[in-house]
């Protein structure tokens, strides 16, 4: 095999240089030895063009087209797979019936207030997590940025989070946020201020004296959003560090010239450059938010009953312990249809930019 | 360091003060994002009396130490533990070779469409797994097995009576299907990896190569790949806390108790009707350890794999 690809790439390479000499670039360049051909680029290009099948595409092939095939019938044929589920009346035992496909389990699927109590959720964790992480991450790269002693020291932790897993940061937030010994309370207690937060939170329960974080639904998305923020915004910071790095010195220098003050440097002159890092940043964000369910999974173990259902841990309550499989995938669905959103047009902007 | 002289606060000595306050948010930072851990390591420590009566960000009083806790967690996670180095180990370099080859062929090579391809292995690594899940568990629950019996009792039915029965609810069967999965959903991230890496190593060497008439395959051996072991420790350890960490793929394709791994049982642990938090804490401890480790080690390198 390698033997016939060897020989037909060599053919190939008599093929161009007999043809394409002389409307080529190529030039003889007198040296030392007399007179040498030097081959111009061109002719790469117009030869390219020329060949009814790409030589590059053959040649390339065996490298990437098995794994290509195998995570695109793990990602593509398995999204296919799941729009046919859905379309189907799937319950989980047998064979899906494909054969009569039909759009009911969508209908079924805007009547449930539960979907959309979970995409409202998602929602606003999408928007209000990314958002404040974004705002985080940047303010501390800032503030990194200020050539500080202990740089290292100070990266490190802040990106420390980001290596554990959803499960356990769930495990350490359940904790934190536990009604009768937690964190928070304990600190509240320390302050005197339980009374005074109950009555913010939650002013229609008369008998409560302690914040329930994680049972009510005031409280509970934003209780996820803050431990979320807390493991993700030192990805924004590495982010928006590296994009700061970027920005050429002169810049600050132009700004210390013109008087600016440092606030307003950095409103007027340096945050607005940091614009393609926010938007890969936020990107990225979104995709986590998405994919949430392992931390609300994680910490519904321990504290059921506030409304936490994002469309993630839907689908999976859903398809798998309800058992309404063709349910699950058009929840799972609409999830993919939202994550498009999030990147379509992200993927399209950087493949316009050449950047891909 | 040019950092210095660009730097508005340090440029100005005379505001010393306003450094100070820099340190202390700094230093608030640090609270911030260490105090669960702090807790936690705190409250592992802890006996059931001891946890009731100190605040939990407090040591254990004198009295009040224990290791029990963590050994409960130790011995109820260790099985986890190494069934998720069992199927966590082989995806992450699975994963990081095929992105390799992968990221080769669609980088040194220039084709036509070839950013066509691109842009859908790297949707790839944006998809949310919920959309891939039923049909998942789908192939490796009912298609495989019944391709795989048809095949083995038609090919080997003398040997078999054609009563042979692919092993779908046996534990390691599941763990080799869970490490694929794996693989398979890790290779587009490990391609843009490599890809991004690849498209910086310069074409000159790899044409004077070519003109030799080294082939495609010569050329990876021998240049692209002794090139390319920085950017495998990078993938690798990124993949790595990826594999290790992530719990949805194990609830779905795991089903059998001996065979879960290390999230699955940390979960399990803190899903208990009694919760005993200095031991659940004591699991998140054990069940962080790896990655916790890997990033102390790695840092560095797990940082350029976020940050790509």
Not at chain 1, 46 to 64: G, H, K, M, N, Y
Not at chain 1, 150 to 160: G, H, Q
Request: hydrophobic share 50%; aromatic share 12%; glycine share 6%.
């Amino acid at each position: 095999m390698r033997e016939i690809l060897n020989r037909l790439r060599k053919a190939g390479d008599t093929l161009r240089s007999a043809t394409s000499r002389e409307e080529s670039g190529d030039r003889q360049v007198a040296t030392d030895g007399g007179t040498e051909t030097v081959v111009g680029d061109r002719r790469r290009d117009t030869l390219r063009d020329s060949l009814p099948v790409q030589w590059e595409l053959i040649e390339s092939a065996p490298f990437w087209l098995p794994p290509v095939l195998l995570a695109g019938f793990f990602v593509y044929g398995a999204i296919f797979w799941n729009v046919l589920l859905s379309m189907t009346d799937f319950q989980g035992l047998g064979e899906p019936n494909y054969g009569q496909l039909d759009l009911s389990m969508y209908a079924t699927m805007l009547s449930d207030g539960a979907f959309w109590q979970a995409t409202q959720n998602t929602i606003v964790l999408l928007v209000v997590f990314t958002i404040l992480c974004l705002a985080l991450g940047m303010l501390v790269a800032i503030l990194i940025d200020q050539n500080i002693r202990f740089e290292n020291t100070f990266r490190t932790i802040y990106l420390l989070p980001m290596s554990l897993s959803f499960v356990v940061t769930a495990t350490m937030w359940a904790w934190v946020y536990n009604a009768k010994n937690g964190v928070f309370n304990q600190l509240l207690r320390l302050l005197n201020l339980e009374g005074v937060v109950v009555s913010l939170l939650k002013p229609e329960t008369v008998n409560a004296t302690v914040v329930q974080w994680l049972s009510w639904n005031t409280t509970a998305l934003a209780a996820v959003i803050f431990a979320l923020i807390w493991q993700f915004s030192g990805y924004a910071m590495v982010v928006f560090l590296a994009g700061l790095r970027a920005i050429p010195d002169e810049h600050y220098e132009a700004a210390r010239v013109d008087g600016a003050s440092t606030v307003r440097m950095y409103l007027r002159v340096i945050i607005p450059q940091l614009r393609a890092s926010a938007v890969s940043a936020s990107v990225v964000l979104m995709v986590f938010a998405l994919k949430a369910f392992d931390f609300i999974y994680a910490l519904r173990g321990s504290q059921p009953g506030a409304n936490l259902d994002i469309l993630a841990t839907m689908m999976y309550r859903v398809a798998f312990s309800s058992l309404r499989w063709a349910y699950g995938s058009a929840i799972a669905i609409v999830l993919f249809v939202l994550a498009l959103l999030v990147i379509g047009p992200y993927l399209y902007s950087e493949y316009k930019r050449g950047q891909l | 360091m040019s950092t210095s002289d660009r730097n508005p606060i340090q440029r100005l000595r005379n505001m010393e003060r306003s450094r100070i306050g820099l340190y202390v948010v700094l230093l608030f930072g640090i609270v911030f994002y260490l105090f669960p851990m702090e807790t936690a390591v705190m409250t592992m420590f802890k006996t059931q009396q001891a946890f009731a009566q100190t605040v939990p960000f407090a040591p254990p009083s004198a009295d009040g130490f224990t290791l029990a806790a963590l050994q409960t967690a130790w011995n109820t996670l260790r099985p986890g533990l190494v069934n998720s180095m069992l199927m966590a180990i082989p995806a992450t370099i699975l994963s990081a070779l095929l992105g390799s080859l992968t990221a080769y062929g669609l980088t040194t090579l220039d084709w036509r469409g070839q950013v066509g391809v691109v842009v859908l292995i790297i949707a790839g690594i944006f998809i949310p797994y919920q959309a891939v899940l039923v049909p998942l568990s789908q192939f490796w629950y009912q298609i495989l097995p019944d391709l795989m019996n048809g095949f083995v009792n038609t090919v080997f039915g003398f040997y078999t009576d054609g009563n042979w029965v692919y092993p779908s609810r046996n534990g390691d069967v599941q763990l080799v299907q869970l490490s694929i999965t794996h693989a398979a959903y890790g290779l587009p991230i490990c391609t843009l990896l490599f890809r991004s890496y690849y498209k910086s190593i310069s074409d000159e060497m790899i044409e004077a190569a070519r003109l030799d008439g080294a082939t495609a395959f010569s050329i990876y051996k021998n240049i692209i790949l002794p090139l390319s072991l920085p950017m495998f420790a990078v993938t690798l350890i990124y993949q790595f806390t990826q594999v290790y960490n992530d719990l949805l793929f194990a609830l779905v394709l795991v089903n059998e108790p001996a065979a879960n791994v290390a999230t699955q049982r940390l979960t399990a642990l803190t899903g208990g009707v009694v919760q005993s938090f200095n031991t659940t804490m004591a699991g998140a401890i054990v069940a962080a350890l790896p990655t916790l480790l890997v990033y102390v080690f790695f840092g560095e390198q797990f940082a350029k794999g976020v940050a790509e």
